[in-house]
Protein backbone atom coordinates (compact mmCIF):
# COMPACT_ATOMS: atom_id res chain seq x y z
CA UNK A 1 0.00 0.00 0.00
CA UNK A 2 1.15 3.37 -1.03
CA UNK A 3 -0.08 7.13 -0.09
CA UNK A 4 0.48 8.53 -3.79
CA UNK A 5 1.51 12.62 -4.30
CA UNK A 6 -1.53 14.77 -5.06
CA UNK A 7 -0.42 17.05 -7.91
CA UNK A 8 -1.28 20.52 -7.84
CA UNK A 9 -4.59 21.81 -9.49
CA UNK A 10 -3.70 22.67 -13.40
CA UNK A 11 -5.69 25.01 -15.65
CA UNK A 12 -6.92 22.82 -18.76
CA UNK A 13 -5.17 23.43 -21.90
CA UNK A 14 -6.94 26.17 -24.00
CA UNK A 15 -5.81 23.89 -27.21
CA UNK A 16 -8.36 21.32 -26.04
CA UNK A 17 -11.28 23.41 -23.61
CA UNK A 18 -13.19 26.74 -23.80
CA UNK A 19 -13.38 28.66 -21.20
CA UNK A 20 -12.06 28.38 -17.68
CA UNK A 21 -11.36 24.58 -16.74
CA UNK A 22 -9.43 23.14 -13.96
CA UNK A 23 -8.08 19.67 -13.74
CA UNK A 24 -7.12 17.23 -10.68
CA UNK A 25 -5.35 14.73 -11.43
CA UNK A 26 -6.16 11.80 -9.04
CA UNK A 27 -4.31 8.36 -10.89
CA UNK A 28 -2.55 7.94 -13.73
CA UNK A 29 -0.50 4.51 -14.56
CA UNK A 30 1.38 6.50 -16.80
CA UNK A 31 2.72 8.84 -14.33
CA UNK A 32 3.27 6.54 -11.21
CA UNK A 33 4.58 3.55 -13.30
CA UNK A 34 2.25 1.61 -10.44
CA UNK A 35 1.45 -2.07 -11.77
CA UNK A 36 -0.55 -3.06 -14.56
CA UNK A 37 -3.70 -0.97 -14.13
CA UNK A 38 -4.48 1.16 -16.74
CA UNK A 39 -7.07 3.45 -14.90
CA UNK A 40 -6.87 7.01 -15.43
CA UNK A 41 -9.16 9.60 -13.35
CA UNK A 42 -9.44 12.87 -13.18
CA UNK A 43 -11.61 15.78 -11.11
CA UNK A 44 -12.67 18.12 -13.83
CA UNK A 45 -14.27 21.39 -12.62
CA UNK A 46 -16.01 23.63 -15.39
CA UNK A 47 -17.21 27.41 -14.70
CA UNK A 48 -20.44 28.18 -16.28
CA UNK A 49 -20.11 28.01 -20.62
CA UNK A 50 -16.72 25.99 -20.44
CA UNK A 51 -16.26 22.70 -22.35
CA UNK A 52 -14.44 20.80 -23.61
CA UNK A 53 -13.09 19.91 -27.83
CA UNK A 54 -15.07 17.48 -29.65
CA UNK A 55 -12.62 14.23 -28.98
CA UNK A 56 -13.24 10.20 -28.59
CA UNK A 57 -11.78 7.79 -26.37
CA UNK A 58 -10.10 4.83 -27.67
CA UNK A 59 -11.18 2.87 -25.03
CA UNK A 60 -14.69 4.78 -23.80
CA UNK A 61 -15.00 7.00 -21.20
CA UNK A 62 -17.07 7.48 -17.67
CA UNK A 63 -18.32 10.67 -16.52
CA UNK A 64 -19.71 10.88 -13.13
CA UNK A 65 -21.25 14.10 -11.70
CA UNK A 66 -20.22 15.44 -8.12
CA UNK A 67 -21.96 18.76 -8.24
CA UNK A 68 -23.67 21.07 -10.78
CA UNK A 69 -25.49 20.72 -14.13
CA UNK A 70 -23.57 19.84 -17.36
CA UNK A 71 -24.26 18.99 -20.92
CA UNK A 72 -22.51 15.99 -23.14
CA UNK A 73 -23.22 15.52 -26.31
CA UNK A 74 -22.11 13.55 -29.44
CA UNK A 75 -21.74 14.59 -32.98
CA UNK A 76 -25.71 12.92 -34.21
CA UNK A 77 -27.14 15.86 -31.56
CA UNK A 78 -27.62 13.35 -28.47
CA UNK A 79 -27.77 15.54 -25.61
CA UNK A 80 -27.88 14.35 -21.56
CA UNK A 81 -28.15 16.70 -19.45
CA UNK A 82 -26.15 15.22 -16.25
CA UNK A 83 -26.80 16.54 -12.25
CA UNK A 84 -25.31 15.87 -9.67
CA UNK A 85 -25.04 11.82 -9.08
CA UNK A 86 -25.15 11.32 -12.83
CA UNK A 87 -22.83 8.93 -14.94
CA UNK A 88 -22.34 8.75 -18.32
CA UNK A 89 -20.98 6.29 -20.51
CA UNK A 90 -19.43 7.31 -23.92
CA UNK A 91 -18.41 4.16 -25.97
CA UNK A 92 -14.94 3.77 -27.97
CA UNK A 93 -14.64 6.00 -30.46
CA UNK A 94 -17.60 7.84 -30.15
CA UNK A 95 -16.74 11.83 -30.47
CA UNK A 96 -18.20 13.84 -28.16
CA UNK A 97 -17.99 16.88 -25.91
CA UNK A 98 -18.69 17.71 -22.48
CA UNK A 99 -18.92 20.54 -19.79
CA UNK A 100 -21.07 22.97 -17.41
CA UNK A 101 -24.54 24.50 -18.71
CA UNK A 102 -24.50 28.31 -19.34
CA UNK A 103 -25.81 29.70 -15.64
CA UNK A 104 -24.03 26.79 -13.71
CA UNK A 105 -20.80 25.01 -12.88
CA UNK A 106 -20.92 21.55 -12.77
CA UNK A 107 -17.65 18.98 -11.23
CA UNK A 108 -17.30 15.53 -12.78
CA UNK A 109 -14.98 12.60 -12.18
CA UNK A 110 -13.56 11.89 -15.89
CA UNK A 111 -12.29 8.07 -15.75
CA UNK A 112 -11.40 5.92 -18.74
CA UNK A 113 -8.30 3.21 -19.25
CA UNK A 114 -5.27 3.82 -21.13
CA UNK A 115 -5.04 1.42 -23.97
CA UNK A 116 -0.94 1.85 -23.81
CA UNK A 117 -0.62 1.27 -27.36
CA UNK A 118 -2.48 3.94 -29.15
CA UNK A 119 -3.23 7.69 -27.22
CA UNK A 120 -6.21 7.17 -24.86
CA UNK A 121 -7.60 10.57 -26.17
CA UNK A 122 -8.02 12.13 -29.59
CA UNK A 123 -8.81 15.77 -29.50
CA UNK A 124 -10.66 17.15 -32.51
CA UNK A 125 -11.70 21.07 -32.92
CA UNK A 126 -13.03 23.51 -30.84
CA UNK A 127 -16.97 23.20 -30.27
CA UNK A 128 -19.19 25.97 -31.59
CA UNK A 129 -21.12 28.54 -29.61
CA UNK A 130 -24.05 27.28 -32.48
CA UNK A 131 -23.29 24.16 -31.38
CA UNK A 132 -22.87 24.94 -27.59
CA UNK A 133 -26.43 26.75 -27.67
CA UNK A 134 -27.84 24.07 -29.37
CA UNK A 135 -27.09 21.65 -26.54
CA UNK A 136 -29.58 23.78 -24.40
CA UNK A 137 -32.55 22.55 -25.01
CA UNK A 138 -33.64 20.23 -22.92
CA UNK A 139 -32.19 22.57 -19.79
Same mark, same amino acid.
Given at each position: MEKLTTPPTAKAPAAQFTG $???? $?????????????????? /????? /??? !??? $????? /??????????????? !??? $???VIVMRAGDTVWTPPGEEHWHGATRDNFMSHFAMLEDPRDVEATTWLEPVTDETYDAAHRDV
Open positions: $DVYV $DGIVNPGLTGNGPSRLVV /AHVRF /APC !ART $DWHSH /ALGQTLHVTSGIGLV !ATR $DGN
